[in-house]
DNA sequence: TAGGGTACTAACCTTTTTGTATGTATGAAA
DNA sequence: TTTCATACATACAAAAAGGTTAGTACCCTA
């Protein structure tokens, strides 16, 4: 276990760009499996905004996670589906399912406890 | 690899909740190696405010993660330290760091290959 | 008696993030 | 000619997050 310095760029710091806030893991998650259409994410996130979900979209294209595919039909359909920088998020969105459940299982310990 | 169904709670939701957010991380790898106080604490990241960082202590023991231990002297003498939960966000930030530091690796090569 | 060190609070303000509501372009189909 | 579906833009409002500043309490030391 290196240690990691706190500065202006540190890795906890860069992913928290890259993929913090409330939306990006869930979009991208949900890109996993298939490449989908605004209109079908917006079903998987119920409820997202379709704002968030499109300037969400723009920020991990532009971060090089996600691509947009533009198949120029009338009425338009565009595709996003993940890169492979993209793909490099499962690990991390395993862990979080490791910490969640790891984390829900201790509360559920206490309270039986009585702790 | 089970599928995460996206709800009002989900394990991506509940870690973002615990650990999400500008600071809780950075203070909780902060605590890893050692105890620590406040002042302390302010050092290891000189960026955060004193306001912030009291606050994100006080959600984090609230949550489990962290412990409050006031040792009654004067001047003040406080020290925080991880519960066992607090620990599990270890493996979240080793992810953190692979993922950046290939998403930099990453970076680099588009740029010598000129993409 | 004044000042120092430490953890913490509270009031207030600024910035960032998120949400809502409405509008646009396009060509096909009714 | 109107309507429809789709992806997206834009203006504005609300809420959340973060930051600044100025306290407080405590006992010790000068």
Redesign the pocket.
């Known amino acids: 276990m290196k240690s990691i310095r706190i500065t202006a760029r540190c890795p906890i710091r860069t992913t928290l760009e890259l993929v913090?806030?409330?939306?990006?893991l869930l979009i991208l998650f949900q890109l996993v499996e298939t490449p989908l259409?605004?209109?079908?994410m917006?079903k998987k996130i119920p409820?997202?905004?379709?704002?968030?979900?499109?300037?969400?979209?723009?920020t991990l294209v532009e971060s090089g996670l996600a691509v947009?595919q533009?198949f120029g039909e009338?009425?338009?359909?565009?595709?996003?589906s993940l890169t492979e920088m993209g793909r490099a998020v499962l690990p991390l969105i395993e862990e979080m399912r490791n910490f969640a459940g790891r984390y829900e299982e201790n509360l559920l310990k206490q309270r039986t406890t009585g702790t």
Chains 1, 2 share one sequence.
């Open positions: 913090g806030g409330k939306w990006k259409r605004l209109s079908e917006k409820d997202i905004s379709e704002k968030m979900l499109i300037q969400e979209l723009k947009r533009n009338v009425p338009p359909r565009v595709e996003y």
